[in-house]
């Protein structure tokens, strides 16, 4: 059941179709993990784990519980002048590679359509930091000159959007205006240990039958490129019939995604081919 569950992960699973409920709010959900550019050809390699829990009461099987294995990559590529909102301006090639799946024998299988990769142009002036969420309209994602996709086997193709929305396709961070830092911590992951800027945010949304909220903790350090050292969230989801009232709410299910820099790359090129 595992094997078939992270089979079609990427395309139609329980968990992302809970959380893209909140893509869907009124808030702003930014992007939450390029906070600063490095020098071209410099990489961050991401590990952590993913687990979702059902919740059965009423099975005699007790609850369900589901995990998987995920790494990102962000690659920061060359640097080009594009036409952006009717001016020249410097731009960066950033490429975002995740692969979701089980470990077997020491790898990573992803299955079918179980590796995403995006690259996109940006404009440098973008990536300000947590200037992100100071303005008064919170910059919500990754705004796009050009770039391509490559979904699992298939071909390249053309990225037609205007913005790369990170949450829900390539993490469940959700940050938006009512995201708060908490202070400076020490943070030791494995690829060393920073003083990073916890950055904390819960939203929900509600309708009749349920309510999910996520909440997400960032941790922020400019000592490490691209700017993300670790970063947590935790989604729970909870039903109730129509008729019920708002108190009579009922866990249903809970995802919990722990990731964290894993190894600093040098030298790092594209992983498609664009010609």
């Keep these: 059941m595992l094997t078939s569950f992270l089979k079609c992960l990427p395309a139609r699973t329980l968990w992302l179709s809970v959380i ?5 709010s009124s808030l702003a959900s930014a992007q939450g993990l390029v906070w600063n550019l ?4 410099t990489g961050v390699k ?4 993913c687990r979702q829990t059902t919740y059965r009461p009423q099975s005699t099987q007790g609850d369900l519980s589901l ?3 995920r790494t990102m990559e962000i690659r920061c590529l060359e640097r080009e002048m594009a036409d952006y909102q009717g001016a020249n301006v410097a ?9 979701t799946g089980q470990q077997v024998d020491g790898n990573l299988e992803s299955g079918p359509g179980g590796t995403r990769i995006y690259k996109v142009l940006v404009p440098e002036s973008a990536i300000n930091g947590i200037e992100f969420f100071q303005a008064e309209v919170p910059n919500a994602f990754v705004p796009v000159v050009k770039g391509f996709q490559k979904i699992g ?17 390539l993490s469940q961070v959700f940050l938006n205006e009512k995201l708060t830092v908490a202070g400076t911590e020490s943070i030791s ?9 916890k950055i904390v945010c819960q939203s929900a949304i509600e309708d009749l039958q349920s309510r999910t909220t996520n909440t997400s903790q960032v941790w922020v350090s400019d000592d490490i490129p691209f700017g993300t050292v670790q970063w947590k969230v935790r989604i729970d989801r909870e039903v109730k019939t129509a008729a019920d009232t708002r108190d009579q709410f009922r866990k249903h299910s809970e995802i919990n995604i722990d990731m964290q820099a894993a190894q600093l790359i040098e030298d790092v090129t594209s992983k498609i081919s664009t010609h």
Excluded: M, N
């Design 20 to 24: 893209c409920l909140l893509a869907t």
């Design 67 to 69: 995990d998987w294995r």
């Design 189 to 197: 992951v494995t690829a060393g240990q920073y003083d990073a800027q």
């Design 91 to 99: 731009c960066v090639w950033l490429e975002y590679e995740v692969v």
């Design 46 to 49: 991401y590990t952590g784990d």
């Design 38 to 41: 490095p020098e071209s050809g």
């Design 153 to 169: 086997d298939g071909e390249v193709e053309e990225f037609k959007h205007p913005v790369l929305q990170i949450f829900p396709v």
